[in-house]
Each structure stands twice: as structure tokens, then as C-alpha cells.
């Protein structure tokens, strides 16, 4: 997966410190800027983890020029759990906020992703593109079908993002047979299509979920209110089979090295 003209590359944690190296990174993003926190948070050793990291495999973006020993190496990170890996955990993580069960009972080989996150210094740059990279060989190598994961909007007023929510609502409504539904259900339908400012809307989308769209991500029905991660959550699944023709060769870009 590694991209010989940086110093960028996208692997697999096998080791402690990659680990620790994620926990790090995410305890950085959603805890030291996001004002995120949580049960095994440890604000001591400044590690955002929790009882699935476990069962998750770790897609981590590392730079070779960073510190191991001090765990800066990992500069990006996507957490994938996968059928095998949901039934050793006994069930998919993102199934405390929503029900999954029209995912579950499709019959599609599925991915759950989590905890996406980027360093402030590698944003707008390459290393988005090789996490997607990287996750893209890592769904051609494993036969996915369906992901899906939670991704969030910043704070827990869900009426300061009214347009944006019920933009997704209106526009990006998950079909029936894969649409998972908030467990404590947040209505998105906040404002009524015909009074959506759709530019000022996407605007105020995070970069994350615009990009699941650009891809022909959908979204589940109703938002979860996250307060311990000071957060408004959305439930993205995208089917493989319906991917954005216009975005397709991410998934058939012949890899490197």
C-alpha cells in the first residue's frame, strides 16, 4: 500500500506501538479538539480507546519521518470490523446508537468503519486519499459489499444543523432494505425540502460525510445525540454495488508497489 513518492504509507497496525500510536492520534482529535470523552479514555497517557479496539483491525496512515517510540508515526487512522470480527465481539459497535438489523439481515458481506481521523497537519493534503486508498484494497481484498459507520457533526444542538440534517434527509435517505435507524431517535427532517438551502447546507456538512456522498453514500434514518463525544451522529452506509460511477476508479486504481 505504500505510496514510494512520500513518506506516506498505508498498513495494518501490527504492533503496540501502532496501536498506541492510533489511540494517541484519536485521543488528539476527538478529546484534545473535539472535547470528546469517554469510560477508558486516559487523559493520563492521552489515549482515546474503548472495550472494542479489541476486535477492530486498524487501518493506520504512518509517517516514515515521525517517531515510533514516541507514537507520532501514525498520522491517520481507520478502525474496520468485519462479520468474523462482530460475532467474537457479540455485536457491531455502532449498535448501541443504532439498529442495524436491515444491514445485518441483508445477506451482504459488511464493513463497519470507525473512528476515521487525520492529524491537523496532514489534512488537505494526500492523506485522506491514501487512507481511501488503503481502504479501498482492503474491500477488494476482503470481498465487502456494504460499509457503514457513524460519522459526526460537531456539538449537540442538533437544531444549529437543522439544514445540513434534514438536507441528508431529504436528499440521502438510505433504501429501506439497508437503512438503520437511530435507537434514541433525533429527527433529521428539521426543515421542510422546499426551505433547504442546499449550497449553505452542504457547506455546513463535514468533509468526511460529504465525501461518503460523493461517493453515493446514504445516510440511516434519524441522528443520535452523542454527549460524551459532543457530537451529532449520523449512520453512512454505502453499497459498493451502487458506487458513484463518476468515483468508481478508487476502487479500481491499480495499487502501488
Request: hydrophobic fraction near 40%; aromatic fraction near 8%.
Amino acid at each position: 500500500m505504500a505510496n514510494q513518492n512520500t513518506s506516506l504509507s498505508v498498513r495494518l497496525a501490527a504492533s503496540d506501538s501502532d496501536l498506541q500510536g492510533a489511540w494517541r492520534l484519536r485521543y488528539t482529535v476527538f478529546c484534545e479538539e473535539l472535547g470528546g470523552d469517554g469510560a477508558l479514555v486516559d487523559h493520563d497517557a492521552r489515549f482515546e480507546r474503548d472495550a472494542f479496539d479489541q476486535f477492530f483491525e486498524h487501518l493506520i496512515l504512518v509517517d516514515a519521518r515521525k517517531s515510533v517510540d514516541r507514537l507520532e508515526h501514525v498520522v491517520g487512522v481507520y478502525r474496520v470490523m468485519g462479520l468474523a470480527q462482530m460475532q467474537r465481539a457479540g455485536r457491531f459497535y455502532g449498535e448501541d446508537e443504532y439498529d442495524l438489523d436491515p444491514l445485518k439481515a441483508s445477506g451482504r458481506n459488511l464493513l463497519e468503519l470507525g473512528r476515521s481521523c487525520v492529524h491537523q497537519d496532514y489534512r488537505g493534503g494526500l492523506a485522506m486519499y491514501h487512507l481511501w486508498q488503503g481502504l479501498a484494497n482492503y474491500v477488494e481484498d476482503h470481498e465487502i459489499e456494504v460499509l457503514f459507520g457513524v460519522a459526526s457533526f460537531h456539538g449537540t444542538d442538533p437544531q444549529a444543523i437543522a439544514q445540513p440534517l434534514a438536507n441528508l434527509y431529504h436528499d440521502h435517505l438510505a433504501p429501506a432494505d439497508l437503512r438503520p435507524r437511530a435507537r434514541v431517535y433525533q429527527p433529521m427532517d428539521l426543515v421542510p425540502a422546499t426551505d433547504i438551502n442546499k449550497r449553505a447546507a452542504m457547506r455546513a456538512t463535514p468533509s468526511l460525510i460529504k465525501a461518503y456522498l460523493r461517493l453515493g453514500g446514504v445516510v440511516g434514518d434519524g441522528a443520535y445525540i452523542d454527549h460524551d463525544f459532543n457530537t451529532v451522529d449520523v449512520c453512512l452506509v454505502m453499497d459498493t454495488a451502487r458506487l458513484s460511477a463518476r468515483h468508481r476508479e478508487i476502487y479500481t486504481r491499480p495499487r502501488a508497489g
